[in-house]
């Protein structure tokens, strides 16, 4: 295991390699406890290099066996090999070479899961980011491409199956009961993309013709029996295929596309060239066992994963600091794509609600770094929702600011560009400069300030002139390493409503530039001002969150009810319906900190309440505006010295006044919709479980009773309402024989089926209150639970620490404590499971005292933990900062 080396890396210090690989050849002889690994790489020293520089490859934890320089033994004092690198001296000035490198791994013991290692008895790679040094020395990093060629050998019966990237050559028998395969990929590519799967799985098989008229074979593998659970992901790949070619116009580029299902995996998917492994979460689905969110959880992640294809594997990132290049853009497609396949209002809603919940604790806390950072300790920890989430909303800015046909003429030119390269983020803004002659230096802070902005809007109306003036004002925080920040150009989608609710169209006369319905903010302060308003608009900013930001806008009840009511933008109406209900909720909060009675503002309520009856819009739209802000965007907007406990319970309060007042509304909706149509995992299925499921939990409160859920939870045909049935039970009613039934039923039903449990374990891991860290304590000494799976550990441990904030931050501490020793335990076994989950941690500053201090213990407790890995070090010591 890689532990601490304090090494910190600096975009700065980038410069290409001193030798250029030109080709890889690897031959595996895979045995589970001592495989073989035999690597011949063929190398030219780089023009200019001096003749004394030697070569020097990554390795991480290897043991060489053999070495040999043009096939010949190579003597030892020309080298120096260690556990993470091997250096040789004496090469050719200018001429190639050849290195052939045996090393021998332990797939079995490999508990970090990158590498090679073992998954259920199936042999797997995950190399992205440095994993391939792993499995041999190498130059491992993005800017190295090769051309790749894999020989496989493996025991024929316990491993029918042996793939890797690329196009399959052939295979043979390999005597004694072993048989091999190989296969060359013609795509150079670099290390972090190599794959090799081995073992005996089950196939779904289907074609695509792509749109210049080839046949790409498409295989998704999974455990066997399983294969039924394959077909809507490969629904899903197909839809993707398509939609490349028809949005972006990208075709696929070898004869055959593979999807494996992993059970231990530590990220959500990789976008391996043409062997794409996953966590089989995100691949399995049927009606009795998947929710809509896991349906649709599957849908944008295979699509993610094939659109890397492009963005990512034929155009990879120059170095690691680029890693929103393909991440954050690819992002942005899968969302685009998923909008596209489903309501693009409500997936907006989704992606907003994730965006604030995620990315902005993350950018206003001790861990905020730019979509682009500059240096890092472990680059593992730099798969974060700033990357992925914040990078997609730059990207969406670029194509607010260019307009859908310039954008659209920026990602050509960028794939025409740049197809084969391993570029860099100025290499992808020039790209957008080219094709629109907009100059986007100062969008680009965007890519290196951190930090969420804050704007702050006043509007004044002149009815003498006619005229609307808009004042705005932004403010970037200080983040780790920023203490200043330049103003920013923010993109402000907006509309001026009418009375009627029409939208009105002014002219702006000055101020700074207004495009379209989209105003450009770019200086620390700016008054826009328009002419030819009659009357007083209702001003509705930000439209479809054209840009992440916060906004500080005084808005009366009424404007924002008019908003709710008219907006033509349905994001736009549910963010004012969000508007409405936070100062209640917070307000709530502090009514119930000091034990006053919760008061609840009538326009919310019949703002609400008008939305849910509205049958003219779609339910699933009326189910996001149900749903109130979390407790979690109630403790953000408060910002300082939070109470999770006083917010519980003021939510609780504020719920529950809505669940009176609507009871009637509620009723038919949940009968409305309850009646029985057959199961279709479409977006617009999923909306009408949406809405009567929320229907159900306002029910529920209502009647302060389990009974309505208990009988939903015996009447569910579908895993959706199974699974909602069950967590009002257990997070409403914990304590009562219906939910230890129907808790007991569940367990029952679905004791074999490692995804399903995983629910099982979140539901009981986010019931609220303090009581819920004994439940986890005994649900950990439960025959099911694995301490060795990803998934398991995130379901119970993860969604505990991050979505259950009065368990996990009960008054006495002792929440976190057990989460450090958590923490330091899965570290010695899985470095970066272990990172991940401390993030859980990041805004212990905005806790109120007595927690604080609690956290910061326990924080403490874990950086002075003996053997802490790199990854865990890395986060421990920002987060204490
Ligand atoms: N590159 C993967 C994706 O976003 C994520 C990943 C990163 C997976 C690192 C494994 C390891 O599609
Ligand atoms: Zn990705």
Redo the contacts with the bound molecule.
Sequence with gaps: MRTETGRTIHLADYRPTDFVLERVDLTFELDPTETKVEARLIFHRREGVAPSVPLVLDGDDLTMTSLLFDQIEMDPARYTATADSLTIRDLPASEPFEITITTQINPEANTQLMGLYRSNGIYCT?C??EGFRRITYFPDRPDVLSVYTINIIADKDANPLLLSNGNYLGGAGYGEGKHFAAWFDPHPKPSYLFALVAGDLGVVEDTFTTMSGRDVTLKIYVEHGKEPRAAYAMDALKRSMKWDEEVFGREYDLDIFMIVAVSDF??????NKGLNIFNDKYVLADPETATDQDYANIEAIIA??YF?NWTGNRITCRDWFQLCLK?GL?VYRDHEFSADMRSRAVKRIAEVRHLRSEQFPEDAGPLAHPVRPNTYREINNF?TTTV?EKGSEVTRMIATILGAEDFKKGMDLYFERHDGDAATVEDFVKCFEDASGKDLSQFALWYSQAGTPHITVSTSYDANAATLSLSLDQMVPATPGQATKEPMHVPLSFALLCHDGSELTATAISGGTVTGNVLHLSERSQTFVFSGVTSRPVVSLNRGFSAPVVLHFNQSNEDLAHIARHEGDLFSRWQAITDMALPSLTAAASAAAKGDAVAVEPSLLSSLLAIAANEALEPAFRAQALTLPSESDIARAIGKDTDPDAIHAGRQAVLAAIAKAGEAQFEALFKTHSSSTAFTPDAEGAGRRALRNAALGYLSLSKNSPALASEAYAKADNMTDLAQALTILAHRFPDSSETAAALANFEQRFGSNALVLDKWFTIQATIPGEATLDRIQTLMKSTHYAASNPNRVRALVGTFAFSNPTGFNRRDGKAYHFFASQVLEIDQRNPQLAARLLTALRSWQMLEPNRANSAREALQIISSGSELSNDVRDIVDRILK
């Excluded at 530590?266 to 976008?271: D, F, L, Q, V």
């Design positions: 995950q992205e980011a530590n990220m959500g998917a990789m976008e993610h994963e890397h991440e690819t798969y992925y």
